[in-house]
């Protein structure tokens, strides 16, 4: 009995210490007590527990468990300190951690203002480095023009490191011209790490002995720096060779023979068997975008010379309205290769002769690598715009029916307003600051010009859906359609309709039944 009482004494309450008592090991099923994270279960003044204390009477047993520790720890209230401890660690650690997070913002902040500024400073002479990889040894600015060159920078160098910065498609490229000059834009921002890297990425991959045409082309799909893109449309286009070595023979060679045939064939624009396509050619450029150049009696005389010698050159299909359109975006980016200030506030004419003349030769061969793309676009009867129109008639059918129906009911055949956008690549729909932009991707794209076009356009009508079903007239809805409301557009506006143009592609392009009903 002694020893049954001995241990009924063992199981009742005790202070005693005891080797071998029981703690609790957390671990994925009882994770630590944390005093910061569970602070608000613990009332003021209150020490943290050991245990878990459940509201139920223990029993015997559970009550030695709660209350026996370690019998080789000789302090009292052991657990209590620890955990006191493990609180202000924590708390100081907090605090600590937090400081670094402020410390590290504040240096970012400072190390960006400083990488804005640094860029600044490198922009003055980014002209010249330019230069040098477009055309070692000034291959592509020749020694007349060093001079107006090198003071264009002196007198405009902070103006240029404003005017040369680019966004990234989804960015894009600044504006040229009114239609060239952006509305929203009066002062060009710094770029941004994205748009800084991206021109990094077109220099690296240009000062190379050989460009990666297929790389510079994913590049330049989403857009392509302002005072990068005369090197790469000329490189696009095929016109300049990938070669470096070769450019600088290459280009010495397509400029003589441009201006070979010039006094081959243009003093014949007065023959009786030329004089129609010449007088065309007179009252079309009037016609063209932006008047600040058409007013300009230098710039006049350029356009007339490049789309004579070309409509003598290609017999087949002669001069047809439309195409002098489309010399405009080349002349524009190939003036902005020479100059600072934007197109529509210089003076063509005060540019150097040669320089003039690089632009000219330049500006025809790129005008020509175009066209053979879409020569049928201007043969009799302009076959390929006929197709194209029936192609861009069928294709809206199958993405948008109520539009398509829409149209049809109100008796509005898409020549009457498709036309003019495949003859004249959207020149006249959109600003050419949007255009330009365009052509970036149409370089980039296989076909861009022939066929990627097609699925712009309906990409373009189906964008105006909302304002089409409103129209309940068919002179409204044709007035509507002919005079597109685009003249605040600019690169976000082109960005997503390049991006619905591609996904439509995507969708229809190697499935002519897709959708079809």
């Not at 893109?229 to 290459?250: C, H, Q």
């Not at 350029?302 to 359109?325: C, K, M, T």
């Not at 993405?399 to 004249?424: C, G, P, S, T």
């Not at 597109?484 to 592609?505: D, F």
Request: with cysteine; charged share 25%; proline share 5%.
């Amino acid at each position: 009995m002694a020893n049954d009482g001995g241990r009924k004494q063992f199981w009742k309450r005790s202070s005693a210490k005891v080797p071998g008592s029981i703690q609790h090991v957390y671990g994925a099923q009882h994770p630590p007590f944390d005093p910061l994270l569970h602070g608000t279960l613990i009332k003021p003044g209150s020490k943290p527990p050991t245990t878990p204390v459940k509201l139920k009477k223990v029993s015997t047993f559970q009550e030695f468990e709660s209350n026996t520790s370690d019998a080789w720890d000789l302090g009292d209230d052991d657990d209590e300190l620890l955990a006191i401890a493990a609180e202000n660690l924590n708390t100081e650690v907090v605090m600590e951690t937090a400081h670094k997070v402020i410390q590290n913002h504040s240096k970012l902040q400072e190390q960006h203002k400083f990488q804005e500024e640094h860029l600044r400073e490198e922009k003055q002479v980014e002209s010249a480095e330019l230069t040098s990889i477009a055309c070692s040894d000034n291959r592509l600015v020749k020694s007349v023009s060093e001079g107006h060159a090198s003071s264009s920078l002196d007198n405009a160098s902070e103006n240029s490191s404003m005017q040369r910065s680019q966004s990234l498609p989804q960015t894009s490229t600044p504006p040229l011209v009114s239609g060239v000059a952006d509305y929203n834009t009066s002062v060009t921002p710094a770029l941004t790490e994205r748009e800084a890297s991206r021109l990094d990425k077109f220099k690296q991959l240009l000062a190379g002995p050989n460009t990666d045409l297929e790389e510079l082309r994913k590049l330049s799909w989403s857009g392509i720096p302002k005072h990068i893109r005369p090197i790469a449309w000329k490189l696009l286009s095929g016109y300049l060779p990938a070669n470096v070595d070769r450019r600088e023979s290459t280009l010495k060679r397509k400029r003589k023979e441009y201006f070979a045939f010039v006094e081959q064939y243009y003093d014949s624009r007065n023959d009786e068997n030329h004089q129609d396509t010449y007088r065309q050619i007179h009252i079309d450029i009037p016609r063209m975008s932006p008047e600040v150049l058409r007013l300009q009696p230098k710039v006049t005389e350029i356009f007339e010379r490049i789309l004579f010698i070309w409509a003598i050159r290609h017999p087949a299909s002669g001069y047809v309205q439309g195409i002098n359109d489309l010399v405009t975006p080349f002349f524009v980016v190939f003036v902005c290769e020479y100059i600072e200030e934007e197109v529509e506030n210089f003076d063509v004419s005060s540019l150097p002769e040669e320089v003039l003349q690089n632009i000219e030769a330049d500006s025809y061969w790129c005008m020509s690598k175009l066209l053979d793309g879409i020569q049928d676009n201007y043969t009799f009867a302009q076959p390929g715009i006929q197709k194209k129109v029936k192609m861009l008639e069928e294709l809206v059918s199958r993405i948008d029916e109520q539009v398509h129906r829409h149209l049809d009911q109100h008796e509005v055949k898409y020549l009457q307003f498709a036309f003019r956008w495949m003859n004249n690549l959207l020149m006249r729909e959109v600003p050419l600051r949007c255009t330009i932009r365009l052509w970036d991707t149409y370089q980039s794209e296989p076909e861009g010009f022939s066929h990627f076009h097609l699925y712009v356009c309906a990409a373009f009508l189906v964008k105006w859906r909302k304002e089409i079903l409103e129209e309940k007239d068919f002179q409204e809805l044709l007035i509507f359609l002919q005079n597109l409301p685009t003249v605040h557009w600019g690169n976000e506006e082109i960005s997503v309709l390049l991006a619905e143009a591609y996904r439509l592609k995507f969708a229809f392009a190697d499935a002519p039944n897709h959708y079809k009903k």
